[in-house]
């Protein structure tokens, strides 16, 4: 963050104005500022790490304290203490859509820590390979420690970037060793006894056998079936009929 005043450190300072003007009158005053910029005492941090906070605004994360408290999540999952703040800057700023107004929406914003240790565990297995693969299929990436972040701050962890020194480049995991497996075990496999199956013949009648068709079947009566079948639904259909002709013809009343 900058600081105040001119050094022999200083890399440039800034002068620049504000103007204000009162809404009911008019007035407009205004005052030149003059802001030195200085290099940080242990130079740039190498390592930085760049969250997305989603659940809080710009402004919300300007003050002292709330910063304080976004280092000391990150220090739980960085595991290191030499954590600052390099950069606070809106989701809005980095093409993001602004939030519905509906309680509890916030803008997002893109917080940006440094430290001169390396990454732990945690944060390099977040942006490998596979963690990138799960974000592509709408899941959460790997992690392999507790997030320290909530509930306080709701970390959108797709969206997270590291940004390595050049003399240091990312960890490739290893191929697992394959194990020495001992050798398989010859067995020998006998020829198992065959239980004696039926012989079968040659297919020819021998002689003196002769086909012999089955007895004939007595003739059934079919009239008293076909009588039942078909007088039955005419004597229901003609009671049906009577009983709507008594209906509609005795039944009537008036004229």
Known sequence: WPT???????????????LAYNRHTFATASQRLLISVTPAPGGDAPFQAEFLVG?????????????????????GLWERGDLHVINVTSALDRGGRVP????????????????????SPCLASA??????????????????????????????????????????????????????TPPPLQLQVGPSPTTPGPV?????????????????????????A??????????????LCLLLGHLMCCRREGV
């Not at 022999?8 to 620049?16: A, I």
């Not at 076909?226 to 229901?236: D, E, G, I, K, S």
Request: charged share 15%; hydrophobic share 40%.
């Open 4 to 18: 105040s005043g001119a050094g022999p450190s200083q890399v440039s300072p800034l002068s620049p104005q504000v």
């Open 55 to 75: 659940n809080r605004d710009v402004e919300e994360l300007l003050p002292e304290a709330a910063r304080e408290m976004f280092l000391q999540a990150s220090a």
């Open 100 to 119: 519905l107004p509906i309680e509890g929406r916030r803008e997002g914003v893109y917080v940006q820590v440094g430290s001169h240790s390396p990454f």
């Open 127 to 180: 942006v490998s390979p596979q963690s990138r693969s799960r974000c592509h299929r709408g899941q959460r990436p790997l992690a392999s420690c507790y997030d320290t972040f909530a509930p306080h701050f709701s970390i959108r962890w797709c969206n997270l970037t590291l940004v390595r020194p050049p003399w240091c480049p990312p960890r490739v995991p290893r191929a697992p060793q394959p194990l020495l």
């Open 200 to 224: 079968w013949g040659s297919g020819v009648l021998e002689e003196g056998g002769g086909f012999e068709p089955p007895t004939e079947v007595a003739p059934r009566e079919l009239l008293p």
């Open 226 to 239: 076909f009588l039942v079948t078909l007088l039955v639904p005419l004597a229901v259909a003609a009671l």
